[in-house]
């Protein structure tokens, strides 16, 4: 399985970005699709979360400004962001998990203040 992350850029605070990630290879099997972040010097953590059969979970911080959609038919899953803040700040990286876990290359996300 790959994963292709693209949407990432600069933005100011409160504005919106898109991120989107298409799988590719065996991906029948991939069971939950997702975003983690990371920021420099911080661990990776858990932005949102879809299942294949419709579950959503997102981190406290992505709730009510962050929406994960999953096509599954088209293998991708896309986070949509609002309001970003600065602490927002981080490398986005696509994740599947079939069993087997599966990482995109990551994709820069910068919110000025």
């Known amino acids: 399985v790959q994963l292709q992350a693209s949407g990432g850029g600069l933005v100011q605070a409160g504005g919106s970005l898109r991120l989107s990630c298409a799988a590719s290879g065996s991906i029948s099997s991939i069971k939950v699709m997702g975003w983690f972040r990371q920021a420099p010097g911080k661990q990776r953590e858990l932005v949102a979360l879809?299942?294949?059969?419709?579950?959503?979970n997102y981190a406290d911080s992505a709730k009510a400004r962050f929406t994960i959609s999953r096509d599954n038919a088209k293998n991708t899953v896309s986070l949509q962001m609002y309001s970003l803040k600065p602490e927002d700040t981080a490398v986005y990286y696509c994740?599947?998990?079939?069993?087997?876990?599966?990482w995109g290359q990551g994709t820069q996300v910068t919110v000025s203040s």
């Open positions: 994740y599947g998990w079939s069993g087997s876990t599966y």
């Open positions: 879809a299942s294949n059969v419709g579950s959503t």
